[in-house]
């Protein structure tokens, strides 16, 4: 028996931390105890039934996971083998991790690198594993240090706070967007040298407006998207992977072709094996661990559904861990 944390529909919602057994968990050829977890926007999303997340019921919430092998039937995998588990429609069609025990696809997992605890690669996460793919994204399209300042939006949410940190540990110069002025020493701390308020990206904007940012990591997306893209100096290129402020895109065409502004989608549900491998690779080569501790919070599995309601109501700084082992 383990404890899990079950999202029901029978025809009410419901969310409750309880105890199962083996015959819970669904089909997988490889059996993780998973020891540590993390509350992402999406889990906030499915646990507080604020969006049509889960499409199987019921349902383990979770889309993180890192853990210990205990039984395998993957040839890539051997019981005692340390692994992360990210995205891949886990916590949505398939029983997630924010439970004991997680019963998962082999080709899924990825090795969790030396450098981190279980628990500090849950502090990174599905959050911090897309800011490094947003970073990746941006080195592919050719933006570097130097190149002027970086724009990181929703700075002070688990992407926009390891982005924050990634990018000034890589050298360039990071301007974090926050609505939260009192968190201004936070973000200086992990690396921003300027903050300014989210008010000037989020309203309706001009579709050019003075060109400033050399790059842009968006988590925020609809009027803030826009104006940030408005604003990228020519040749530079914005990475987008979030919609906390709306998945709508109310801009023109105008920055792209005019001022040659590259618009990157980052995706880290799907994406393949090699780069979620590259992606943690570098976050052991690029992401100063000490750090972790200053972005994190943590909450027993007991704990999770408040915290949940917690994050959803804009009162989470960066990222929550969730211990989900004995």
Same mark, same amino acid.
């Given at each position: 028996m383990f404890q899990a944390l079950v999202l029901e529909k029978?025809?009410?919602?419901?969310?409750?931390?309880?105890?199962?057994?083996?015959?819970?968990?669904?089909?997988?050829?490889?059996?993780?105890?998973?020891?540590?977890?993390?509350?992402?926007?999406?889990?906030?999303?499915?646990?507080?039934?604020?969006?049509?997340?889960?499409?199987?019921?019921?349902?383990?919430?979770?889309?993180?996971?890192?853990?210990i092998v205990l039984e395998s039937s993957s040839p890539r995998w051997k019981a005692g083998d340390a692994v992360i588990l990210n995205g891949f429609g886990v916590g949505e069609t398939h029983k997630g991790c924010l439970a004991g025990k997680a019963r998962l696809k082999g080709e899924w997992l990825v090795r969790r690198p030396e450098a981190f605890t279980e628990r500090q690669a849950m502090a990174i996460g599905t959050a911090?594993?897309?800011?490094?793919?947003?970073?990746?994204?941006?080195?592919?399209?050719?933006?570097?240090?130097?190149?002027?300042?970086?724009?990181? +939006?929703?700075?002070?949410?688990?992407?926009?706070? !390891? =982005?924050? @940190?990634?990018?000034?540990?890589?050298?360039? #110069?990071?301007? %974090?967007?926050?609505?939260?002025a009192s968190e201004e020493a936070y973000l200086k701390s992990l690396g921003?040298?300027?903050?300014?308020?989210?008010?000037?990206?989020?309203?309706?904007?001009?579709?050019l407006q003075k060109e400033r940012w050399a790059a842009v990591v968006d988590a925020v997306g609809s009027h803030t998207l826009a104006n940030a893209c408005a604003q990228v100096r020519y040749g530079g290129a914005v990475a987008a992977c979030g919609l906390a402020q709306g998945f709508d895109l109310p801009a023109t065409v105008m920055p792209f072709i005019l001022r040659g502004v590259a618009l990157l989608g980052v995706d880290s549900v799907m994406a393949p094996l090699a780069r979620r491998e590259e992606a943690w690779t570098r976050l052991a080569r690029d992401l100063d661990? +000490?750090?972790?501790?200053?972005?994190?919070?943590? !909450? =027993?599995? @007991?704990?999770?559904?408040?915290?949940?309601? #917690?994050?959803? %109501?804009?009162?989470?700084?960066?990222?929550?861990?969730?211990?989900?082992?004995?």
């Open positions: 029978n025809p009410d919602f419901s969310a409750s931390v309880r105890e199962v057994d083996d015959s819970f968990l669904p089909d997988g050829d490889v059996t993780v105890a998973i020891g540590w977890s993390t509350l992402n926007y999406k889990d906030g999303l499915a646990i507080t039934n604020r969006s049509p997340v889960v499409r199987s019921w019921p349902m383990v919430a979770g889309i993180d996971g890192a853990g911090g594993y897309t800011a490094m793919l947003c970073v990746l994204a941006l080195e592919r399209h050719g933006v570097k240090a130097g190149d002027g300042e970086v724009l990181v +939006t929703g700075a002070t949410g688990g992407v926009g706070s !390891v =982005a924050v @940190a990634l990018l000034s540990r890589l050298g360039h #110069r990071v301007v %974090a967007a926050t609505g939260k921003a040298t300027a903050v300014i308020d989210r008010a000037e990206l989020a309203a309706p904007g001009k579709p661990p +000490t750090l972790l501790e200053a972005i994190t919070s943590e !909450v =027993a599995l @007991a704990d999770a559904i408040a915290a949940a309601q #917690r994050l959803m %109501a804009g009162q989470v700084r960066g990222r929550i861990v969730v211990r989900t082992g004995v």
